[in-house]
């Protein structure tokens, strides 16, 4: 199996090392990730500008680009030979519910799936435990097979940020949802103009049992399928029959 590594953390990250080393063990890995930090970049391709990828002395690429410039890159006549599997990740910090519309972690997975490949987005809830993430996709990965997910389908992968031998095991799950984010936090530059950053993602408002939410709260890591289809399929009856009552 050889198989194609991204994130959006940025190639020096620790999370996408650790996994790149785990997987090492017993399977080819090409990395080829962003040259910084990428986060929130969803699925964003560059247009304005060519994309420059370096070539490390350990055989791995850096790209000036987003997580989707790296996959799409990488399968569209970049790498040579065949791969066989997208993996993206370790994020450093969870990607649930809502988060997967921002997510260039989740969208680097997709961009694989696009492109006909099988892939997995890989999150840890926080920024310690890497080793408990890489350990749970290396266990994952022999096991995948064609038949687990249907045509342009990701698995998302969110592991608890502790130990491996405290996780209480997987649970397969659907989305949760976020609360409002926080409103922007406003500051002056020190020339006394007004700059803006983004706030805090909202707090967790559906989190029963069965999200993603609820089994990463509860120690286990939450394993969701997700698919680009957002249509609202139970919507499309009720919107039929307005249009046709005007």
């Not at 930090?37 to 964003?44: F, K």
Request: hydrophobic letters at 40%.
């Amino acid at each position: 199996m050889r198989i194609l590594l991204s994130n959006d953390d940025g190639i020096h990250a620790e999370g996408i090392q650790t996994l790149a080393r785990e997987l090492r063990k017993f399977t080819d890995v090409t990395v080829v990730a962003p040259d910084r930090n990428r986060s929130a970049a969803s699925s964003s391709l560059t247009l304005v500008e060519p994309l420059r990828p370096l070539h490390l002395p350990n055989g791995d690429y850096c790209v000036n680009g987003t997580p989707a410039d790296c996959v799409y890159l990488a399968l569209n006549g970049f790498l040579s030979g065949q791969v066989d599997l997208v993996v993206s990740g370790i994020n450093a910090g969870a990607n649930l519910g809502d988060d997967v519309i921002y997510s260039g972690t989740v969208a680097a997975a997709l961009e694989g799936r696009y492109l006909g490949l099988p892939a997995i987005a890989v999150s840890l809830n926080g920024r310690q435990h890497y080793e408990t993430a890489a350990r749970v996709v290396c266990e994952l990965i022999p096991k995948l097979h064609g038949r687990i997910l249907k045509s342009r389908e990701i698995m998302n992968i969110n592991v608890p940020d502790i130990p491996y031998d405290q996780l209480k095991g997987i649970k397969v799950c659907h989305l949760g949802y976020r609360a409002s984010a926080a409103e922007v936090i406003k500051q002056k530059d020190p020339r006394g103009e007004a700059i803006y950053w983004v706030g805090p993602a909202g707090l967790a408002e559906n989190e029963k049992e069965g999200t993603d939410f609820y089994a990463i709260k509860n120690g286990y890591v939450a394993l969701t399928p997700i698919q680009a289809d957002m249509t609202a399929y139970h919507s499309l009856q009720s919107l039929q029959d307005w249009l046709e009552s005007e």
